[in-house]
């Protein structure tokens, strides 16, 4: 048999996913799971988003190939969505993506040459490592943990910048903590970043909508507008409008790399499906009040499992973004349960998927051992099922090394 390319051997599948795909097949065969593992908004998207789609149905777009940079309707949309965002963009400064990980694909296929660095902050994305690898770049998680709330420092920043460095990757709020950066923070990341004319900026904002408690959505750009010849913006409509099934994404950035990524598209899967983008499009331009509702139903939840964190006896910064909570389970790190050995989050997430029925994400995931992301976009009554069933493993837990 012929052999498959050595690429492959390389290539890392999403543990998120396989996590997700175990507690479903669990659920199939009528076991009880509460599943926590997945980041699925839970939220129906406003209704001018259905018009649209049933609108596009009824045309006949679907007959011809599309525009592999995006269709002007949804280009339109996004540079006016970006506007009122304080960010001014030419449409040749535009490209539509197959969702969140297109855009980040494309760039790191436009970006990366063999042995080229990019540095990120870690906890990250899970995703990010893959695809880094996969386009032949080298990741370099700088750790951030639990007493520093999970935040990058500029003078982690600036100590791991090097001549092999060709970008930083920013992501704001995170996913997997929930944290989001204050002015003062993303300013003086933009700082050290000025001292880097030759390091590419990618900004990862798709959680941009979601944020709580009174606070704001700073961003680079904001703080230093001068990085705009060299900073990308990354966005969707997975997240922010509840629609990860339409694979929307979108960038801006430099023209000189954004005319490049249609030839990449041109040359394999060509264009996006014209109902999604012109639902996109609907969602960018139309009304954003129906986030009011959403963002109090998301802070319901994550106080309940913030509740839940501190009955556990876990350290975990409060999340004031996107809908995860990600304690850090250290304390139990080389501990047992029923004989079980807990040295690690896979360890511990295999436990609670087992033995308490809840489906976690362990920290390892995200480059941060020890530690477990929660999702907390499911209905209430769900998650608080959730909760107290970690409550009473962890209890029991601790209560097992006391003995």
């Known amino acids: 048999m012929p052999n498959f390319a050595d690429l492959m051997n390389s290539f890392e599948p999403s543990g998120i996913v396989e996590i997700n795909n175990t507690a479903t097949a669990m659920k199939a065969d009528c076991i009880d799971v509460v599943n926590l593992s997945i980041g699925v908004p839970n939220f129906s998207p406003p209704s001018h988003a259905y018009d649209a ?16 940079k995006g269709q002007p309707e949804l280009l339109d949309a996004f540079k006016n969505r970006l506007e009122k965002d304080g960010f001014s963009y ?13 855009a980040l694909y494309l760039l790191f296929r436009a970006l990366l040459d063999e042995g080229d660095e990019v540095v990120y902050g870690a906890p990250y994305w899970s995703s990010y490592r893959g ?43 995170s996913n997997p903590t929930g944290m989001v950066y204050t002015e003062n923070e993303v300013a003086a990341l933009a700082d050290v970043m ?5 390091v590419w900026i990618l900004s990862d904002d798709i959680y ?50 954004l005319k490049l990524l249609p030839k990449i598209v041109g040359q394999t899967y060509m264009n996006i499906p014209n109902i999604s983008q012109q639902i996109a499009a609907s969602v960018f331009s139309g009304d954003h009040s129906f986030l009011t509702e959403v963002k109090d139903n998301f802070v319901s939840r994550r106080n309940i499992a913030m509740h ?33 050995p807990i040295n690690n989050g896979y360890d511990l ?50 209560q097992s090394q006391v003995a």
């Open 194 to 198: 000025k001292k880097y004319p030759n």
């Open 349 to 398: 997430c295999k436990l609670l998927l087992e033995e308490a029925h809840v489906a976690t994400v362990p920290g390892e995931e995200f480059g941060a051992a020890g530690c477990f992301r929660i999702s907390y976009a499911c209905p209430e009554a769900e998650l608080q099922k959730g909760m107290d069933r970690l409550v009473g493993f962890f209890k029991e837990l601790k």
């Open 131 to 173: 695809m880094i690898k996969f386009c032949g770049g080298v990741p370099t998680d700088l750790p951030c943990s639990s007493a520093q709330h999970y935040k990058l420092t500029p003078e982690q920043l600036d100590a791991a910048i090097n001549e092999k460095t060709k970008i930083f990757l920013f992501n704001n709020p």
């Open 53 to 68: 789609g049933k609108a596009a149905v009824d045309s006949d777009i679907g007959l011809k190939y599309l525009n592999s």
């Open 208 to 257: 941009d909508k979601l944020i709580y408690d009174g606070e704001k959505f700073h961003h680079l750009l904001h703080s230093a507008p001068e990085l705009k010849d060299r900073l990308f913006i990354m966005q969707s409509v997975s997240k922010n409008y509840g629609l990860p099934g339409l694979r929307i994404g979108g960038i801006a950035g430099p023209e000189k790399v």
């Open 308 to 340: 839940a964190m501190e009955a556990c006896g876990l350290t975990c910064p409060m999340p004031s973004g996107a809908f995860y909570v990600f304690p850090d389970a250290g304390v139990y790190m080389g501990t047992s349960y029923k004989g079980t």
């Open 90 to 102: 030419d449409l040749n400064e535009l490209c539509i993506t197959m969702g969140g990980k297109g």
